[in-house]
């Protein structure tokens, strides 16, 4: 069997260059996510709070962690200053108040927009209409605080290529609307962030930047 390492450097080799690649460590100790790092690897996405928190702490200090999942608004306070990047920002309420928590300790906050546009009713995020909404009407000239970088999104969990295909052309083309919509006053909007180990080549194809990729580096999760 191969190695973390190996794995890491097949994946970054095949990527093409301007994808960035968040290693998805959730459910895997420690050791695992220092091999990849003593391997290169200096961005991270974790999923939960406390395990988030727990191996901030423990882990060096240049890892960028991305924060990927569903992300409850008591919980806000805890994480911020100590994320590179929340990428599952799925509700204005919950917008909001990373804005409100990262200005109260003066500092902004890096963020992307959650889609949804998959079949699964459990996927958190906000509905294509909902957020072009958001942007045509500018309301992102509330935020004080936070400073929006993009759009993530995942396609179905589905075996039908077309589907996944179709899906990540969606999000695609609301990042695109976005762009098209605010021009240069929402600047350093430049990320989509789609594509998993199972569907990353496809979403690289579609236009996806930045991948997460979990169980094709570290292993089967075991939770
Ligand atoms: C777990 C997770 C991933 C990684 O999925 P793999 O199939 O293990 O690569 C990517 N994105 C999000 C939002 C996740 O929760």
Redesign the pocket.
């Given at each position: 069997m191969s190695s973390i390492a190996e794995r890491l450097h097949e994946i970054k080799s095949e990527i093409p260059q301007g994808v960035n690649l968040?290693a998805?460590s959730?459910f895997h100790p420690n050791e695992a996510l220092m091999e990849a790092y003593n391997a290169g690897q200096r961005i991270f996405?974790e999923?939960r709070v406390q395990e988030f928190l727990l191996k901030e702490e423990s882990l060096p200090k240049d890892i960028r962690w991305h924060f990927?999942?569903h992300l409850q608004t008591n919980k806000v306070r805890k994480i911020i200053g100590r994320t590179a990047l929340i990428?599952?920002v799925d509700s204005m309420h919950l917008l909001n108040c990373i804005d409100e928590e990262s200005a109260r300790i003066g500092l902004v906050t890096a963020v992307l927009m959650q889609v949804h546009v998959a079949r699964e009713e459990t996927k958190f995020g906000f509905s294509p209409d909902e957020l072009i909404t958001y942007f045509k009407e500018k309301r992102f000239r509330d935020l004080n605080a936070t400073h929006i970088c993009g759009i993530?999104g995942?396609a179905s969990n589905s075996d039908d290529l077309q589907l996944v295909k179709s899906d990540f052309e969606k999000i695609h083309e609301i990042f695109e609307k976005v762009k098209n919509i605010c021009g240069d006053e929402l600047a350093g909007f430049d990320t989509l962030s789609m594509g998993?180990?199972?569907d990353?080549p496809l979403a690289v194809a579609k236009g996806s930047n930045l991948i997460?990729?979990?169980?094709?580096?570290?292993g089967e999760?075991v939770y």
């Open positions: 968040v998805v959730k996405g999923s990927i999942g990428e599952s993530m995942m998993m180990s199972g990353w997460r990729i979990g169980t094709y580096i570290f999760r």
